[in-house]
């Protein structure tokens, strides 16, 4: 077991035909093959936090949901942030620090 979980634009599904090439593709092949076995991280975080952006061009809002219902996760809505990634141009991400700082404080 584990203390907590943050995902940071984690995704059940992405937004169709978002990946734009063979190296994006190929990047995510791995993500799209494996699926989330949510009993699993249930069972084993003792707390989920997920991060999304309202502009993120692969993962789509419904995963908000998909998030709150299959793990029962704390969920973060960020205006503007795109992927977050680096690509997007997101350098700083304040918001999981603070939602570390959350889960160890609440123990």
Known sequence: ?????????????????????????KLAKPWLETPIDSDKVKQRAQKITAI????????????VDMFKQKLGAKTI???G?????????CQE???VLQAVEEMINKK
């Not at 077991?1 to 593709?25: K, M, N, Q, T, W």
């Not at 952006?53 to 692969?58: G, H, L, P, T």
Request: glycine share 16%.
């Open 1 to 25: 077991p584990i203390g907590g979980v943050v995902s940071v634009a984690g995704f059940y599904r992405l937004i169709p035909h978002s990946l734009e090439g063979p190296e994006e593709d």
């Open 52 to 63: 999304f952006s309202n502009n993120d061009r692969f993962v789509g809002l419904e995963n």
């Open 77 to 79: 809505i960020l205006k």
């Open 81 to 89: 942030k795109g992927h977050m990634g680096g690509s997007d141009n």
């Open 93 to 95: 991400l304040p918001e």
